[in-house]
């Protein structure tokens, strides 16, 4: 996956300069460091997966979903944990892993994680700010922070956030330019408001909010534009191209913005319209077998659904549902469909494929392909299927 040797051989350096995780002490990375992304820690497509898994049970019912989730974590954790750092890729699989904790009350997912963060000392990476991808992990450390807030799990991210406010706009580029970016920062920042109470960060992220979607929100469409190089590009079929995962990670930004967002704040409404808007569209093109393509509107043209999207798509929706933002009849069926497709891409040894490797456009892949984010996006979905289902008995 790394490609040329030379790339091969700068993604070795970054591993063993301190991205890496193991189970001795960790020297915390520089933050004047430049830090490519660790493809190879991210994940893997083997030729030979092993056989798909044949004793989960997609039954929306809580100890079957919990059983998924544990097979899916349990193995995720054994060949992860070598290689934890800093970067989004891992940051996404964090938040996941927290959640299948709290769901599970399975305690070991939730420790792995602290000990990642104590490893680097709560630190972000900070090597080229204000990037958003690099802001991520500090979603989990304020989730940490907010569950027996001891100051140092606070005190790096809420610096960065402090100097990300007073940022003044660059009018020729967008603070978050790509729509990944808004599962990244503005999740963050609306911790950070959640803590602090103070308004600044909640204002900051909703005035940059509303830029990226000026730009990349298609109205019509109700879908997002991964960035500006996608305006006008179209899918084999003559539609316009949108990806998967993109818009999954929208789903997943929204959805965490709004659970800090005072039910009073002036312009929640336009969070919850833009989430309805998507949430209609999403349902609207789901596949048969419960998933989303790679490419929104050309679903013909991938052979494999896409699981990381799809999965942030269900976490989404599954959240609406159970925070009575979306209509329990309408959408019950979409994400009960979408958590039977995702479990029947799951390997005997926990293994979840069919995740698009580490890109940002529509792309093909193997079926046995598994990353760290995509992971992380099912795990967060479970906990939402979990909460749907205990509700339901």
Not at 83 to 108: E, I, M, P, R
Not at 231 to 250: D, E, H
Not at 262 to 291: N, T
Request: aromatic residues 12%; proline residues 6%.
């Amino acid at each position: 996956m790394s490609g040329s040797n030379f790339l091969g051989a700068l993604l070795l350096s970054a591993f063993l300069a301190g991205s890496c995780f193991s189970a001795g002490a960790q020297t915390p990375a520089p933050k004047s460091a430049v830090v490519p992304i660790n493809r190879d820690a991210a994940g893997d497509a083997p030729d030979d997966p092993g056989p798909l898994a044949t004793d989960l049970s997609s039954a929306i019912k809580p100890k079957a979903i919990s059983a998924v989730m544990k097979k899916v974590a349990d193995w995720e954790l054994t060949v992860a944990e070598p290689s934890f750092n800093q970067q989004w890729t891992f940051a996404a699989l964090y938040d996941g892993l927290l959640a299948a904790s709290s769901t599970t009350h399975d305690a070991k997912y939730r420790n792995a994680v602290v000990h990642m963060a104590e490893g680097f000392n709560w630190q972000l990476l900070d090597n080229r700010f204000p990037h958003a991808d690099d802001q991520a992990l500090g979603q989990a450390y304020l989730d940490l922070y907010r569950a027996d807030r001891q100051p140092v799990r606070l005190a790096d991210t809420k610096a960065v956030m402090d100097r990300l406010v007073v940022r003044p706009d660059d009018p020729n580029k967008l603070l978050w330019w790509w729509c990944d970016a808004l599962f990244m920062s503005p999740p963050v920042l609306a911790r950070t408001y959640a803590i602090t109470h103070d308004k600044k960060y909640l204002d900051y992220m909703d005035h940059e909010w509303w830029l990226t979607s000026a730009s990349l929100y298609d109205p019509q469409e109700h879908l997002y534009f991964r960035d500006s190089r996608y305006l006008t590009q179209k899918q084999a079929n003559g539609k316009k191209l949108f990806w998967s995962r993109g818009n999954g990670w929208v789903m997943g930004g929204l959805v965490n913005v709004l659970e800090f967002m005072p039910a009073d704040y002036p312009s929640r409404a336009k969070y919850v319209e833009q989430f309805r808007q998507m949430a209609a569209k999403l349902a609207e093109i789901q596949s048969p077998d419960g998933l989303w393509r790679s490419g929104l509107l050309d679903p013909g043209a991938y052979e494999l659904p896409e699981v990381s999207g799809s999965a942030f798509v269900t976490y989404g929706i599954a959240y609406g549902i159970n925070h009575h933002i979306l209509d329990r009849a309408k959408y019950e069926p979409v994400v009960e469909k979408a958590w039977k497709g995702m479990l029947s891409h799951v390997y005997a040894d926990g293994r979840l494929g069919s995740i698009q490797p580490i890109d940002g456009q529509p792309g093909k892949f193997k079926p046995s392909a598994s990353y760290v984010y995509g992971v992380g996006g099912f795990l967060l979905a479970g906990s939402e299927m979990h909460r749907l289902a205990e509700s339901k008995h």
